[in-house]
């Protein structure tokens, strides 16, 4: 069984910054591509929004970003931690959702290709 478990999220006034983190455990053989994708809180009555993708890495380091975050958010990782990063800076009350991680990964046994999502963790940025 493997498991993703995010930190991190909170409440920051616009123009703030925050980091999460998401931890990968368990039975793990190797990790392709780690990301981050949020989905915004939806009001009573109101389609629950798909989540995005905010940005994601592969092993060797390739990034991928929403085009509303380039220049604000930076991803990274720790390989020998199975840990991704989501450097977030010059946040706007937009931002604001639930952020998930994910990882497209191959699990040790049994010996399978699986996608993971860890709970999520709750960014509010205030105006």
């Known amino acids: 069984q493997v498991q993703l478990v995010e930190s991190g999220g909170g409440l920051v006034q616009a123009g703030g910054s925050l980091r999460l983190s998401c931890a990968a455990s368990?039975?793990?053989?190797?990790?392709?591509?780690m990301g981050w994708y949020r989905q915004a809180p939806g009001k009573q009555r109101e389609v629950v929004k798909q989540?995005?993708?905010?940005?994601?890495?592969?092993?060797?380091?390739?990034?991928n970003y929403a085009d509303s975050v380039k220049g604000r958010f930076t991803i990274s990782r720790d390989n020998a931690k199975n840990t991704v990063y989501l450097q977030m800076n010059s946040l706007k009350p937009e931002d604001t959702a639930i952020y998930y991680c994910?990882?497209?990964?191959?699990?040790?046994?049994?010996?399978?290709?699986?996608?993971?999502w860890g709970q999520g963790t709750l960014v509010t940025v205030s105006s």
């Open positions: 994910n990882a497209d990964l191959w699990s040790l046994s049994p010996y399978k290709r699986l996608e993971v």
């Open positions: 368990g039975s793990i053989f190797s990790i392709n591509a």
């Open positions: 989540r995005e993708l905010v940005a994601a890495i592969t092993t060797g380091g390739s990034t």
